[in-house]
Nanobody, 114 residues
Framework: VQLQASGGGLVQAGGFLRLSCAAS????????MNWYRRAPGKQRELVAG???????NYADSVKGRFTISRDNAKNTVYLQMNNLKPEDTAVYYC?????????WGQGTEVTVSS
């Protein structure tokens, strides 16, 4: 399984970005697709997750601003990030969890200037 993330960049506070992550390979059965991030000097944190059936969960810090979605036919997960804040600056990683196995994308950098 391989994950390819894209969509990061530099944006001003209040702006928006959309991240995408396409998974390829042998993907069968129940799975969850997630976005994590690691800010400079901080531990990695879960930003949002979505099950194959569409159930979602979000970190409190992004609720109301970020929206996770997925296209099962394309094995792709998206993260729409609105009203970005400087504290959202981080490297964002997509994650695919199939049962107890984790697969990771290469990370895409998001920088929000004040």
């Amino acid at each position: 399984v391989q994950l390819q993330a894209s969509g990061g960049g530099l944006v001003q506070a209040g702006g928006f970005l959309r991240l995408s992550c396409a998974a390829s390979g042998s993907i069968f059965g129940i799975n969850v697709m997630n976005w994590y991030r690691r800010a400079p000097g901080k531990q990695r944190e879960l930003v949002a997750g979505i099950t194959r059936s569409g159930n979602t969960n979000y970190a409190d810090s992004v609720k109301g601003r970020f929206t996770i979605s997925r296209d099962n036919a394309k094995n792709t997960v998206y993260l729409q990030m609105n009203n970005l804040k400087p504290e959202d600056t981080a490297v964002y990683y997509c994650n695919l969890r199939i049962r107890s196995d984790d697969y990771w994308g290469q990370g895409t950098e998001v920088t929000v200037s004040s």
